[in-house]
C-alpha cells in the first residue's frame, strides 16, 4: 500500500495497518501512529520531522516482544530533521558487534515493488543491534545523518552475530 502527502491521522483500526508492506510520505506528524499500530512486515516512511523518544519507544517495544512480530524491515527518512545516532542507541540500550568481525548486511526481497524501485531492500551494514527478549532474535539498526534503518534478521544473536 502506498499512501501519499496526506496530512489527517489514520484511524488505529484502520485495516492500512494490516497491510503487508507500507510506504507512506507523511507531511505531518503521524509517525507515532504508524509505529504504535502497523502489523506487516515491510514499512518505508518519509516524513517531515520526527521525536527521538518515538523511535525508541519503537525499537523497546519490539526488543520486549510487544509489538511488531511479523515486521522485518523499517526505513524512515526525516526531509527535515538529523537522527541524533548516539542518543537513539544510548536510548535502546543497543549492543555492538566486535569491531574485529565481520559485518553482515542485511537485505530482504520486497514485498512490493512498483515500477522505479529495486526488488531488494537496501542493505543494513552496521555493528549497531538489539535482540528481542522472547526469542533472542536479532535486528540491526542503522542510523545515518536523518535516515533511520532497522532490519530483523531470520536467527538468533547466538547463530549470527556471536559466532562470526
Avoid: C
Amino acid at each position: 500500500m502506498t499512501v501519499t502527502t496526506t496530512t489527517e491521522p489514520f484511524d488505529p483500526g484502520s485495516r492500512m495497518y494490516e497491510a503487508e508492506s507500507l510506504k507512506l510520505d507523511q507531511f505531518e506528524h503521524n509517525v507515532p501512529e504508524v509505529l504504535r499500530h502497523f502489523q506487516g512486515r515491510q514499512a518505508f516512511l518519509k516524513i517531515l520531522r520526527f521525536d527521538i523518544p518515538d523511535l525508541i519507544k519503537f525499537v523497546n517495544e519490539w526488543k520486549s516482544g510487544e509489538g511488531f512480530q511479523k515486521l522485518e524491515y523499517l526505513k524512515i527518512e526525516v526531509l527535515t530533521d538529523y537522527i541524533p545516532p548516539t542518543q537513539v542507541l544510548r536510548g535502546v540500550m543497543e549492543k555492538r558487534i566486535d569491531r574485529s568481525k565481520k559485518r553482515l548486511a542485511h537485505t530482504l526481497p520486497k514485498v512490493f515493488i512498483d515500477d522505479k524501485e529495486k526488488p531488494n531492500t537496501e542493505p543494513i551494514i552496521s555493528p549497531t543491534y538489539v535482540v528481542r527478549e522472547s526469542d533472542n532474535r536479532v535486528a540491526s539498526i542503522l542510523i545515518q545523518n536523518s535516515t533511520f534503518s532497522f532490519g530483523v534478521w531470520d536467527v538468533t544473536e547466538e547463530e549470527t552475530f556471536l559466532k562470526f
